[in-house]
């Protein structure tokens, strides 16, 4: 048995041991697991030990200003809250709890589709700025419901994933027979829709067979003319880890994109999401923003991505340890946490503001790429 963690909370480590010490072990495996070996999942945390830091001296950082504005909006800070479903298996209040707590540190919060809350409630819970996050679904009313539905109460952007045309080989789940249970439920979507993922089977994903019966895997580049004319919101693309991709999205009008490799999630043994972001960088050439999500633990990680060209930086598991160890108020916790590495690694680094870091504020070890 772990025992239960003692002290004060000071990482993102210490309310990842709270909450493995108040989560189910089947939804632990489920938040915490990647495809396969998990590799992938590894690489994206391993990857930021290649970097290190050249912090610049005699530089007035009395004040750092981590403030960041995206489509209109501002954040207090460039560290968001990525798209995860089902909050409330770790809390009752679920997406309820999250939205306040990134409300509470100024943070983006991106609403999974798979929310388990309305998107009614996440948006009166909060004076912030929501994204909706979606998956391309066979069936197109599924999507121009959501999309009216979020435009309707006030969300700012669409973040589309992109790199999900079946779901990864999730051999936790798949072990566990991982079903989602009791009275939680994506419910902004039909239950018939979802209705298999809440079949248990030994051996089996019920994420992975309801996205194979409800994900369309034909979809390509250029349907996302239809999509375009469903919606005036700016269109987010998650899931780009390649120049070549990146260029398309361009070429297709898309408003941002999230380098993203669904946190190790989908193929096993594929790129590093940071070691992806700067020829994504590069591709895109300043034509639109771009966000980034796989690893990030410590402010100093999101001081790399950031200083390596990503726009505002997003956590997928870290706030859902944060969700399961204290609420909306361990949420706040621990973005604030973050944030305020971020500000000292900033301070230290002589770059008291977020245009300051550049690819001249890092430098690779052995195995990185400038």
């Known amino acids: 048995m772990t025992r239960p963690r003692t002290g004060p909370v000071l990482t993102a480590s210490d309310y990842q041991q709270l909450a493995r010490d108040l989560v189910d072990s089947d ?35 009395s004040t750092v200003d981590t403030t960041v504005s995206l489509f209109g909006a501002e954040y207090a800070t460039p560290v968001g809250v990525g798209p995860t479903a089902y909050h409330r298996l770790v809390d009752a209040e679920g997406e309820v709890a999250t939205a306040r707590g990134a409300d509470a540190a100024g943070a983006l919060f991106v609403v999974s589709v798979f929310a388990s809350r309305t998107l009614e409630d996440v948006a009166a ?3 912030g700025t929501l994204w909706l996050h979606l998956y391309w679904f066979r069936r197109r009313e599924v999507m121009t419901g959501l999309i009216r539905r979020a435009a309707d ?15 990864g080989r999730r051999w936790r789940d798949m ?95 594929a790129v590093a999401s940071l070691d992806a972001l700067p020829e994504v960088v590069d591709a895109v050439g300043g034509a639109l923003p ?12 999101a001081f790399t991505a950031l200083a390596l060209g990503a726009d505002l930086v997003l956590l997928g598991r870290p706030p859902l340890w944060g969700l399961a160890a204290g609420g909306a108020e361990g949420v706040e916790g621990l973005l604030r946490t973050t944030t305020e590495e971020l500000a000292h690694a900033m301070a230290l680094a ?5 245009a300051g870091l550049d690819r001249s504020t890092v430098r ?7």
């Open 175 to 269: 072990r566990n027979g991982f079903a989602i249970g009791g009275d939680v439920a994506a419910v902004n979507i039909d239950a018939a829709v979802m209705a298999l993922t809440h079949h248990s089977d030994e051996g089996h994903s019920a994420i992975a067979e309801h996205a194979a019966q409800s994900f369309d895997a034909a979809v390509t580049w250029a349907d996302l003319a239809w999509l375009r004319e469903q919606t005036s919101l700016p269109i987010v693309l998650k899931g780009i880890l390649t120049a070549e991709d990146a260029a398309l999205a361009v070429e297709h009008g898309v408003d941002g994109i999230v380098v993203s490799n669904h946190g190790g999630r989908q193929l096993d043994n």
């Open 364 to 370: 690779a070890q052995p195995g990185g790429e400038l």
């Open 27 to 61: 939804v632990w495996d489920f938040i915490e697991g990647g495809a396969e070996s998990e590799r992938t999942l590894r690489a994206n945390v391993a990857a930021f030990d290649r970097w290190r830091l050249r912090p610049r001296v005699l530089t007035d950082v």
């Open 153 to 167: 109460a006030g969300f700012g952007a669409l973040v589309l994933t992109v790199d999900a045309p079946r779901i």
């Open 125 to 127: 819970a909060t004076s």
């Open 290 to 301: 771009v966000l980034f999500d796989g690893g990030v633990r410590r402010g100093t990680d």
């Open 350 to 354: 002589g770059r008291p503001r977020l």
